[in-house]
């Protein structure tokens, strides 16, 4: 639930509370979506360099590489394909 959600959700309960005040349990609701909402979670960030990978491409013209891979991959069996609309 981001704040937009909870602003909507808000405006749900109060107009199903006819804007009653609530009860212990209602708040605690309350709180624990206001509780969803704010909780921010920031994933962990890489600091330094990339670890690098070696390419294995990398030096090699785009016409080896074409012909390297046409070698490689299995040519498409068009009879056993299935087109859905």
């Not at 209602?26 to 960030?45: A, C, D, G, N």
């Amino acid at each position: 639930m981001n704040e937009r959600d909870f602003c909507y959700w808000l405006n749900g309960f109060v107009e199903l509370t006819q804007g009653q005040t609530p009860n212990p349990a209602q708040w605690k609701s309350i709180q624990e979506h206001l509780r969803e909402v704010f909780r921010k979670v920031t994933p962990p960030v890489q600091t330094g360099p990339l670890p690098s990978t070696p390419d294995p491409m990398a030096g090699k013209s785009l016409d080896d590489i074409f012909r390297e891979y046409r070698t490689t991959v299995a040519p498409l069996d068009w009879s056993k394909m299935v087109v859905t609309c």
